[in-house]
């Protein structure tokens, strides 16, 4: 498939879209931490299969051996979009959310894991829904997130998901959001990956909102 490319006035829509829903995404899960969540500035770009690793690690909080857990969600659109976000979590991610919220301080490995998919789920969902309301004024619909690695180190992590010979598709449109808390150190990647459908999907009605601005 021939790649497509947005222009800039595309562009910066889209980002503006996105810190709306993730503003939103942000103050979600600063209700259940209890703490102000610092979120970066959306790393959005069409993407081709072979660079998505490059894509990912660039500006990532965490460096090549760190140890993370990454959670997967699916989500979509009617016939409009499709697509996934994955989060990665530090290994400490777990007992910093279990001190918050006053848990206990020794889960079992399928508490750890709830407590991820716990904040997961809002990240994702309050920031793809966001955007999906604003662009096309109607929900997602997501799957039940779900552990895709745990406890990994994230070079290792990426090359047994995003081996060129793994993926089936060509082009993704990528949205990359680091997110920490102001204290306690922690910090997370939300990524999220559409498919080549839905990059010209998304294109027509960013053009038509540009048209009415």
């Not at 703490?35 to 081709?48: G, H, N, Q, R």
């Amino acid at each position: 498939m021939k790649q497509l490319e947005y222009n800039e006035d595309e562009y910066d829509l889209l980002k503006e879209l996105f810190n709306v829903a993730m503003g939103q995404a942000g103050r979600g899960l600063a209700v259940l931490l209890n703490s102000f969540v610092e979120l970066s500035i959306p790393d959005i770009k069409i993407v081709p299969a072979e660079k998505i690793i490059e894509a990912i690690t660039e500006s990532s909080t965490y460096n090549k051996d760190e140890v993370v857990t990454a959670i997967r969600q699916s989500f979509y659109n009617d016939n409009l979009i499709e697509g996934e976000t994955i989060v990665f979590f530090a290994e400490n991610s777990y007992s910093t959310i279990a001190d918050i919220l006053g848990y206990s301080s020794t889960l079992n490995i399928d508490q750890q894991n709830e407590l991820l998919l716990e904040v997961s789920n809002i990240v994702s969902g309050a920031s793809i829904n966001g955007f999906s309301k604003q662009l096309f004024k109607s929900e997602m619909t997501f799957s039940q997130p779900s552990v895709l690695n745990e406890k990994m180190e994230m070079n290792k992590l990426l090359y047994s998901i995003f081996m060129r010979r793994q993926l089936h598709w060509d082009y993704t449109l990528f949205v990359k959001i680091n997110f920490k808390l102001q204290t306690d150190g922690f910090k997370s990647d939300l990524l999220a990956f559409m498919s080549e459908k839905s990059i010209e999907t998304i294109k027509t009605f960013l053009d038509k909102k540009l048209e009415l601005m």
